[in-house]
């Protein structure tokens, strides 16, 4: 499973790229997966569900299983947080995994990034942030600086970085042009 990331301050746009490259990636028959970061306490259950009841009581795990998908949730019960590593090897096998936060984490990265966020540039401080996607030019940048809408550019980026196979429609159109 090759892992790339998407890493920005708040506000930059990762999450709106996320949903962008996920269609166009899977168009060209990739499986793709997703983790994402949250600097803040979040919840996907509901008080009063049976599955947040199990946890309000205790359950270090709950499962919630249907017939269109399922959940696990875990509770740290004061343990640490666990690193994305930790969380990758919980997920199932496939072709890519897009991994949005996590910026100090070890996996290479495509840095999102918006001037009009006047948050300084990550890329300076982080040798695994090997691209970055924006909204203005950056000459001078010592990495690739690709449009921030330019999805089908970043995409072409990230099969190339992770040397990921062409496969489908997208296979299709490159044996019709040889």
């Not at 009063?48 to 959940?71: F, L, N, P």
Request: neutral net charge.
């Amino acid at each position: 499973m090759k892992v790339f990331g998407l890493a920005g301050w708040s506000g930059s746009g990762k999450t709106t790229l996320v949903v962008k490259l996920l269609p166009e990636l899977i168009g060209r028959g990739l499986s793709v997966s997703t983790m994402k970061h949250a600097h803040h306490a979040f919840d996907i259950d509901k008080p009063g569900k049976d599955s947040y009841e199990h946890r309000a009581a205790g359950a270090t795990e709950v499962m919630v299983g249907s017939a269109q998908r399922w959940a696990l949730m875990h509770e740290h019960r004061g343990a640490a947080e666990p690193t994305a590593a930790e969380l990758m090897r919980r997920m199932a096998p496939v072709d890519l995994l897009l991994i949005e936060g996590f910026k100090r984490e070890a996996h290479d990265k495509l840095e999102v990034y918006r001037q009009a966020n006047g948050k300084p540039l990550l890329q300076s401080e982080d040798p695994r942030i090997v691209a970055v996607a924006s909204d203005i030019a950056l000459p001078d940048l010592p990495r690739p600086v690709i449009p921030i809408d330019d999805v089908t550019a970043i995409a072409d980026f990230i099969i190339a970085h992770c040397n990921l196979p062409a496969r489908g429609a997208d296979a299709r159109r490159t044996a019709m042009r040889e």
